[in-house]
């Protein structure tokens, strides 16, 4: 019997997500502690979490410049008919796409990719032209990054608070 992701969103399941987001690597011991669990039931309820897709994984984060990745852009793409599918296959296959996401609206696709310089990048777009039409973005810099959700809450959101104002 499966059991239900919203049975393992109650406090301790919560708490557990918002100390996995801040350190991935506390052993089950602290984290425990840090919840109000004991390591048996916390390494249980992370089993189930797991099980449900609620945790998919514990990543590293590297410093992509110390990869010797200099460059990050974004990379939006138009493509139509039988190009979707082939870009899909094609994007799979390189090392520089960070991430790709599908999209509503006059694009089909945002590609984050990171490269060594920027000629690697020309390279990367003219391989793309093919599958579509690329429009592509250089990042100057980052002010966010990553985000950690806030679990312990509901997210408020800009417009909620600004149509509280009025």
Partial sequence: MAM????????YGRKLLEELQRNARLSLAALGRRVGLSPTATAERLKQM?????VHGYTVEIDREA??????????????GQNYRRLLEYVQTL????????LTGSDDFLLKVTTMDMA???ALI?????????VTSL???SPVERRRYAVMGKLVT???????KR
Avoid: W
């Fill in 120 to 122: 690697v990048l020309e």
């Fill in 158 to 164: 800009v417009t909620r608070k600004q149509s509280r």
């Fill in 67 to 80: 990869l010797g990745l200099e460059v990050m852009a974004f990379i939006r793409m138009r493509c139509g």
């Fill in 95 to 102: 090392e520089e796409v960070r991430e790709c996401h599908h």
């Fill in 4 to 11: 239900d992701s919203t049975a393992l969103m109650d406090i």
């Fill in 139 to 141: 990042v100057l810099s």
């Fill in 126 to 134: 003219e391989a793309l032209l093919p599958y579509g039409n690329p």
């Fill in 50 to 54: 797991e099980e449900v897709g609620i």
